[in-house]
T-cell receptor
Framework: DTEVTQTPKHLVMGMTNKKSLKCEQH?????MYWYKQKAKKPPELMFV???????INESVPSRFSPECPNSSLLNLHLHALQPEDSALYLC????????????????FGNGTRLTVT | KNQVEQSPQSLIILEGKNCTLQ??????????LRWYKQDTGRGPVSLTI?????NTKSNGRYTATLDADTKQSSLHITASQLSDSASYIC??????????????FGGGTRLMVKP
């Protein structure tokens, strides 16, 4: 089992709903990421948090709102999504800074399969 | 623009056979290259990592090669098993600390192993 836990595994929501995706890791990693993955495509970076601060926002629409309550948790708040936002949303974490080395991979969760109706 | 191209896009082989997946990259600066395996409906899992000074790295039945001069890598799978059916993604890092925003993902090769 992965060391990065994502909930829920599946989510179906309407375009007027508000929902949240959750991600948790207890490896002491200080960098956490949200990726979006469409079918048969590689993951696309959305957000990067470094030491609980948002460091990268890859021009993601404001209907996606990330939050990092502490070093172990990462949320993605969803509001007024469109059907084209349906995808697998992957959370990942990694070591950073002095703790990191070339041998430190991204640790991915198993994702939340999101369907927007 | 940094790019990672993988071939073939998809591949079907019989159980027990070998196969080789290819990855060509134009990423600068270059720090390391990693192969990930992604099972359907799950997150990617790291298989191997190689820096510019490494030519070959093995992990069980998986062997990765790297030619930093031609900017090519390959992943060879020996004696394939049904559980090898997955997408294999080549990821090139432009930073030693593998910061997520310095990664370039390839499009992946979807491998299906049939009995």
């Amino acid at each position: 089992d992965t060391e990065v836990t994502q909930t829920p595994k599946h989510l179906v929501m309407g375009m007027t709903n508000k929902k949240s995706l959750k991600c948790e890791q207890h490896m002491g990693h200080r960098a956490m990421y949200w990726y979006k993955q469409k079918a048969k495509k590689p993951p696309e970076l959305m957000f990067v948090y470094s030491y609980e601060k948002l460091s990268i926002n890859e021009s993601v629409p404001s209907r996606f709102s990330p939050e990092c309550p502490n070093s172990s948790l990462l949320n993605l708040h969803l509001h007024a999504l469109q059907p084209e936002d349906s995808a697998l949303y992957l959370c990942a974490s990694s070591q950073e800074g002095e703790e990191s080395s070339y041998n430190s991979p991204l640790h991915f969760g198993n994702g939340t399969r999101l369907t927007v109706t | 623009k940094n790019q990672v191209e993988q071939s073939p896009q998809s591949l079907i082989i019989l159980e027990g056979k070998n196969c080789t997946l290819q990855c060509n990259y134009t990423v600068s600066p270059f720090s390391n290259l990693r192969w990930y395996k992604q099972d359907t409906g799950r997150g990617p899992v790291s298989l191997t990592i190689m820096t510019f000074s490494e030519n070959t790295k093995s992990n069980g039945r998986y062997t990765a090669t790297l030619d930093a001069d031609t900017k090519q890598s390959s992943l060879h799978i020996t004696a394939s098993q049904l559980s090898d059916s997955a997408s294999y993604i080549c990821v090139v890092s432009g930073a030693p600390n593998n910061a997520g925003n310095m990664l370039t993902f390839g499009g992946g090769t979807r491998l299906m192993v049939k009995p």
